[in-house]
């Protein structure tokens, strides 16, 4: 889904990683009018993103701005998960994370960044043959964080 913004403001700078254009998102619903239909993925299940400091944030702020009460859920961070599993590589970013792992992927297009999640902490239950994320989380160094109506706990190492 795309979501029109409230205020159809667009920088340069994220039109240029994201490539979406006010023209892409002018006929799109708004967030108040798309929760409905996705609140369900966040109610009581753990989410999985890269980055996940500023999806929250970009989360919680949407929901702040609509008066939406957020559900409660857990989350983790794929990026914080990889920069402490995979010592040798370059950096943490999604793209080179997926590279190193031998995965190809449309960087900054919602599937496949999904898709680029999912593979990380899947080779990283391999690796450790392990698939409880609690003990993940703990072997790597990397807390869950949560979100409730009351505020949120960042994800940390």
């Not at 999604?94 to 190193?100: A, K």
Request: net charge negative; hydrophobic share 40%.
């Amino acid at each position: 889904h795309l979501i029109r913004p409230k205020e159809m403001r667009f920088m340069p700078i994220n039109i240029g990683i994201h490539g979406i254009r006010p023209a892409m998102v002018e006929n799109e619903l708004e967030f108040d009018q798309v929760w409905g239909k996705i609140k369900h993925y966040f109610n009581g299940n753990l989410v999985i993103a890269h980055n996940t400091s500023f999806d929250i944030s970009v989360l919680r702020k949407s929901a702040e701005l609509y008066n939406i009460e957020l559900p409660s859920f857990e989350y983790i961070c794929t990026m914080k998960l990889a920069k402490n599993f995979y010592r040798g590589i370059e950096n943490a970013k999604l793209n080179t994370v997926n590279d190193y792992l031998g995965y190809k992927f449309k960087h900054h297009d919602a599937l496949y960044d999904a898709l680029a999640c999912s593979n990380i902490l899947l080779n990283i239950c391999e690796e450790l043959k392990c698939d409880d994320i609690n003990e993940i989380s703990k072997l790597i160094g990397v807390t869950i964080g949560a979100v409730d109506s009351i505020g949120y706990k960042p994800s940390s190492t």
